[in-house]
């Protein structure tokens, strides 16, 4: 018997989370994938660390929701934000809760971290689910050895990633970005390896255009590119951390 972790970090196109609050019953993320060894293993329990509202303070988000399991991505989960699409599917495995009430036992403003399963209920303990396919020429991860699977994210809860972080000044591109700080400290929003995106149309860059990768966030007001920016600088483009939610699942084989 052994153990292992997998880490998924879906996206959430910036636009999408600039747009509105999410609502129970939205569409947290779309299909992502992941893959594990091949041979079948259980999911005893899952971990999700959720980035803040993009404010001042900030704001958690200690959110109930549901993780949707699936063989494959064929049938559409719907946009982000809005309904899910409504098809019948003979793919999906399982699912896993998160409850506001309980699943979130401390609160960390800057990352938010919960635990499957409701710790106050004996009716709801933590996931049990097997992953493993019936016919192995299906799913074949990356690698051989490793199959594929698929998990989507239901919101149960007002999720709120709307930002107010904004560039300060128009200049070319650069690896250093300057925001305006409107009450924010970068530092409790940003890590090395996020990945920037714009989240509204200013100038010539459209919403949901490339910035960059955080190499460094070196001040309140100051961040690092690991290259020069994709687009110029424009003052007032909010730019927004595309995966502002990491899944940790955890496996028994």
């Known amino acids: 018997m052994g153990y292992f972790n997998v880490t998924v970090t879906p996206t959430i196109p910036a636009s999408t989370q600039q747009a509105a609050t999410f609502t129970a019953g939205d569409v947290l993320f779309d299909w992502a994938s992941f893959e594990i060894p091949k041979g ?7 971990t999700m660390m959720i980035r803040p509202k993009g404010n001042g303070g900030p704001s958690p ?11 494959n991505d064929t049938q559409p989960a719907g946009t982000p934000n809005g309904a899910p699409t409504n098809r019948p599917s003979n793919d999906l495995i399982g699912l896993v809760e998160f409850d506001d009430a309980t699943s979130f036992a401390l609160t960390l403003r800057s990352t938010s971290i919960a635990s499957s399963g409701r710790a106050a209920s004996d009716n709801a303990p933590h996931p049990s689910i097997v992953f493993a396919r019936e016919d192995g020429s299906e799913g ?15 919101a149960n809860g007002a999720f709120d990633f709307i930002s107010i972080n904004t560039i300060q000044t128009t200049e070319a591109a650069s690896a250093t970005i300057h925001c305006d700080g409107s009450g924010m400290d970068l ?18 860059a459209d919403a949901d255009s490339l910035i960059g990768t955080v190499l460094s966030v070196d001040s309140a007001t100051n961040i690092t590119l ?23 699942l955890h496996f028994e084989n």
Do not use: C, W
């Open 40 to 46: 079948g293993a259980r999911l005893i329990g899952a």
């Open 61 to 71: 988000n200690e959110k109930g929701s549901y993780l949707v399991f699936a063989t």
């Open 140 to 154: 074949q991860g990356s690698s051989v050895g490793y199959d594929k699977f698929y998990v989507r994210g239901v």
């Open 187 to 204: 530092r409790e929003h940003f890590l090395p390896g996020d990945i920037l995106h714009t989240a509204t149309t200013v100038g010539a």
């Open 226 to 248: 690991t290259d020069t920016a994709a687009v110029t600088h424009v003052d007032g483009t909010i730019i927004m951390n595309i995966n502002p939610i990491r899944i940790v």
